[in-house]
């Protein structure tokens, strides 16, 4: 019977197997220790144990350091209720007894080719990644056996894939196949087998399109690399001829306005965090590679809870990008308040280690074929050059990063940075204060009659009953806030008694962030610990929040809802202090972003439901990310575009509108779809008429959308090539499948909310124009070429870009 369990393919883990109890260890060497008598099952003496361990030490000290190690262990084991001879220890050698130990890499390595898809699904499963991942060694002798052994397991990874390819492709099961393909790609590049199983099984299925990609990248990176064109086995495998016909091809190149040099992918925000550690305190090499290493296993943890792709430079240097392969609306802020934690993480847990860091952010070309140096080269080196010029424990920005989010941070300008630039001190309270009177220079409120007399009879039920809550759903920049601010701009209520708390992306930084702002606005004092926030509103608060919010931060399986329920009425009755009497309006917007405990605090005021007096006002957006069961609301209330004369009215207000020519204005009219955010932004451009583009603001918050699509996103963006309209025919063409298969992927782009179906039988069209446009600038100029060229005939008139 086992006593112990090792895991030591990917990040180090040591458990008791009979308990559970998961066994930490002091530092990196009694890890390495640990793993290397596992692995090497025989008697070591202390003499080349010591040797192994600590080269750069004399016999005396490196031997010190053994006999500290061993003890050490030996504290661990009895800490886990380890029994002691699991370690077998004397003057001379040093041994496990290891037929009590179930090490991983033991299974995996000892694992033999079986022809069952099940029996080999089982060690893939149990490879997490390089052995020891994430420790450096010190030592020429130690880290040839480290690379020697990670190489070994490595390759039996690929071996077993290869096995699985080829077992999943006689079984006929494509989606498996496919995973397994691009997951030994990942990590062989230029494995032969995997590229023709995917080719193979992308004919087979009828997607010709998907196939010449793979073909074409392939061919590049082999003559890239190698120099050479691919085997002629998968040259054979895939006949380029037999996916376009030669009176398409003589269509293609004898058109001559289809014949432009430009091959662009698109465009969009990308931010990269530059951090770099250093140590406050003199100490040997050693001591700091096992010090940086724990920072940055920390780091590549908090970092994947922003979205950021992480990449180590070495053992001192972490960058990490925000926007690629995945756009995000909130890429700058996320990134800044990525770099806040980091920043406050080490300040907190790491004191003997220092950090300089910084951020730019700007438009970049990126796209398939490209990798990460290759599109960030500039961003990483801006952002390097900043961050070596920081002040110690400092976050700096540039200045194109500042731009459009100064409101949210606190920063002051760096006179000594090698370009202009701004240190980032914290993240600005996200509440918003009393709500007040409305501003003479805002625009006239347009349309939503309907929703403000529910808002009026929802306000008369409420003073009947005592509360009630209104939840109201709908798409990005359709104006929720507006109503909710003219709704109150036409009530007598006192501003006093009406609060806004906005969630935002950037509140993960800490839980109920905007909340606490609000409560400390009302006289509850908050202190700042090292880890989080407190409230101190009586001799118990400070202890309250601080534990609710500690337990939440390490992932307990839950808190007291005694200590829960305490903490939220202490923030409810802080607003409704000295005002028993009255209704208080409490308006949460965007909860889409708010963190867990903010939800259970929602759920929490819809539970107690009209008993506390509130007029809750909730807004989300129509698909939100964390649902939960506050979403059941007393009046729900759905908000949808403007209709075509409420734009226009809208639209009148701006004078470049005014000025501009009638087909211009029917142009914009339709491109904004009726949504406010649509239509102020595209009407924010210097020369709309004459430059007439997406806005960076939306390109992203589109363009998110898009990338979330997965692989289904091309057929989207060659729908664009299609026009606002298509039909399902046409597309099943230009994808090279059935009908029946181009059905179900407009099925999943329909579930998106970027499609829609239209009356007409086998007929759809873009949920927004501006969504067409974003995924038409996603294609590049060739495979726009290609794909026109299959759905028009040759006409020298055409232009490359969607009217």
Known sequence: MFSARLNLLGRFEFFNAETGQKIKLAYTKLALLLAYLALEPRAHTRESLADLLWPELDEYDAKANLRRALFNLQQAFAQARLEKSLLHVDRNVIHLAKERFLVDADEFENWEKIDSIRLVDQPLGLYRGPLLDGIFTVGERLTNWLQLRRTQYEQKNILLLEHAIVLHAHSGEFDTLERRCRQLISVDFFNELAHSHLIRMYLETGNAVAARKIYSSYCNMTQQHFGTSPPKELTSL??????????????????????????????????????????????????????????????????????????????????????????????????????????????????????????????????????????????????????????????????????GIASLFDMKPVNDAPRKAFEVHALREAYSGPLAPVQANRSTFVGRVDELHMLDLAWAKASVDGGVCVQISGEAGVGKSRLIREFLDTKNTLFDNAYCVRFHIGNLLSPLHPILALYRSQGGVLEDSTSTESIDSDSSGLALLASVLKQDEENVRGYSILERDKLFSMIVSSLKKNREGSLTILALEDIQWADKISLDFIAWLREKGNSLGLFLIITRRRHPKRPGPFLNPGVLMDLKPLDMAEASSLAAQFPQFVDASPAWQSHLLKMADGIPLFLESLLQNPNPEVHFTCPKPLRNLLMEKIDMLGEVRQVLCHAACIGFQFGLHVLAEIESVSVRKCRQLIKTLIASGLIEEKPEAGHFQFHYRLVREVAYSMLTFEERRQILAKIVPPNPAAGGHPQ
């Not at 016909?245 to 990269?272: C, D, G, M, W």
């Not at 770099?276 to 100490?283: K, N, R, T, Y």
């Open 238 to 403: 895939f006949d380029k001829s037999a996916f376009q016909s030669p009176a398409e091809i003589q269509a293609v190149t004898s058109n001559p306005a289809l014949e432009k040099p430009e091959s662009r992918r698109e465009y969009r925000l990308v931010s990269t965090l530059y951090v770099q550690l250093f140590p406050l305190v003199q100490c040997d090499q050693e001591a700091w590679l096992r010090m940086s290493s724990a920072v940055i296993v920390r780091l590549r943890g908090l970092l994947s809870k922003y979205c950021g792709t992480f990449r180590q430079q070495s053992n001192s240097i972490v960058i990490a990008y925000f926007g690629f392969p995945v756009a995000n609306e909130f890429i700058t802020e996320w990134s800044l308040v990525a770099g806040l934690s980091i920043r406050q993480f080490i300040a907190g847990e790491f004191r003997h280690v220092g950090i300089r860091s910084a951020i730019h952010a700007d438009v970049m070309m990126t796209g398939p074929g490209y990798t990460l140096p290759d599109i960030l080269g500039e961003c990483t080196t801006i952002a390097r050059n900043l961050a070596e010029s920081a002040p110690m424990g400092a976050l700096l920005v540039s200045e194109e990063t500042r731009h």
